[in-house]
């Protein structure tokens, strides 16, 4: 298990950006694949971007072209860079670690194939 901190969330207007920052304990970071998910009011968590331990990346069709995830190992952190946010991205955004399968092969982008989740961090969009 690894401890992980969010931080970087706040308000923006549309068309803004913001990055994210999920700073992990341990010295493990650098083998798990790393996850932003989301979660709005009244809706299910949903898978936003990963990134293997080999910095494969991985985005859903809502982020793609506009979010950008990445890990710097040594700082054992990983990123979510936000561009031309939209008021529909308004969210509470976790990170997720896949603690239960380190150098895995394959990320798979469900919300229970990670085994450790930060407590979020509120990202609001304004129109």
């Known amino acids: 298990q690894v401890q992980l901190l969010e931080s970087g969330g706040g308000l923006v207007q549309a068309g803004g950006s913001l990055r994210l920052s999920c700073a992990a304990s341990?010295?493990?970071?650098?083998?798990?694949?790393m996850g932003w998910f989301r979660q709005a009011p009244g809706k299910e968590r949903e898978f936003v971007a990963a990134?293997?331990?080999?910095?494969?990346?991985y985005y859903a069709d809502s982020a793609a072209g506009r979010f950008t995830i990445s890990r710097d190992n040594a700082k054992t952190t990983a990123y979510l860079q936000m561009n031309s946010l939209k008021p529909e991205d308004t969210a509470v955004y976790y990170c997720?670690?896949?603690?239960?399968?380190?150098?895995?092969?394959?990320?798979?982008?469900?919300?229970?194939?990670?085994?450790?989740w930060g407590q979020g961090t509120q990202v609001t969009v304004s129109s």
């Open positions: 341990g010295r493990t970071f650098s083998r798990y694949a």
């Open positions: 990134i293997s331990w080999s910095e494969r990346t």
């Open positions: 997720a670690a896949d603690t239960n399968n380190p150098w895995a092969i394959v990320v798979r982008t469900t919300v229970n194939y990670f085994g450790s």
